[in-house]
């Protein structure tokens, strides 16, 4: 059977990357990004300031040298990883499935991809945000712009959208397959669990627009009250992490990475930790990103090179920044059997 009389589509989705590392592209890039009104929740006008007086004229300088480090003859890290994803799931689910990699912000769009699989004449769509756990600035706006573009065409198929999978049995056994080699080689002192920050006020849940309590407390176990709360999902993966791993309550911690501007994020943060577990006597520290299913900017760059520098300036010995899980065979699997469970077609009624 070919692609063209594939049954099933399945629309991978991720952030989404520049163009190239120029400033112009990487520019570009931001524009498109911050100007998601889920990304920087404020009023639209001040939105708009804030990117063109204050974001736009500086930031695409520090980020275009960011990129340039961790840059490929075949591209972006991000891109690179998607691409091979995409290929490897191909294999994994068969000539019944087409699966098409869109991205949030820049190219391969979500509508181009959504377009290839209208064209292909599927049966459904499956689109699998890759964001493990809930934000409204990352999972909400992937699925909204997926439901934005499946809207435009006038046969509309099917459309599932899978759900947050932050403990996901097959995504936990898959973080673990990518991260215990690693680890029984380094040997390290200490597992930091490096999640990517949000602001305060987009935490899920009206009561926690106020201010976060910024401690574990609220977040030892998912309950009525933090359902949709990327804070609480992000200590849930670590825990079954830890556990597939045999880690103890000592042997790992948790901190967030990425923050931006003044506004209160959440809490506590990596660079800080870092400094907290050098002056506790860690020497060798190993550092797990499981908010990304694929290495990136704030991996590579961010952990890999600038954590690592941080690191050692502290008196650390080593930093190893384990891989994400990329197309790593177990993630394939993983993802193979989520796409399969929301594909299948209603029983009879």
Known sequence: ?????????????????????????????????LGD?????????????????????FRPRTAAAAYAKIWSDAGSPLAVHGRALTASLGKALGHDF????????GNPAIDAALARLSAAEVERVVAVPLFPQYSSAAWGSAAESVYRGASAHWDVAPLSVVPPFYAH?????????????????????????????????????????LQCPGSTGCCDAIGAGNTRC????????????????????????VAFQSRMGRIPWIRPFTDQRLIELADSGVRRLAVTCPSFVADCLETVEEIGIRGREQWRKLGGDDLLLVPCLNSHPDWVDALANLVREFSAPPAPT
């Open 230 to 253: 990327y804070r609480a999902h992000c200590f849930a993966t670590s825990r079954a992490l830890a556990g597939e791993l045999g880690l103890g309550p000592g042997d790992y911690s």
């Open 98 to 105: 087409r699966v098409e990699l869109g991205m949030r912000y």
């Open 1 to 33: 059977m070919s692609d063209t009389s594939a049954r099933t589509g399945v629309l991978l989705v991720n952030l989404g990357t520049p163009a190239s590392p120029s400033r112009g592209d990487v520019r570009s890039f931001l524009r498109e990004f």
């Open 169 to 209: 049995p097959g995504y936990v056994r898959a973080l673990g397959a990518v991260s215990r080699s690693p680890l029984a080689e380094f040997g390290p002192d200490h597992v930091l669990m490096s999640y990517h920050g949000l602001p305060e006020r987009q935490l899920s849940g009206p009561e926690s627009r």
């Open 37 to 57: 009104p889920r990304v920087l929740d404020m009023p639209a006008l001040a939105r708009h300031l804030l990117l063109e007086l204050t974001i736009l004229p």
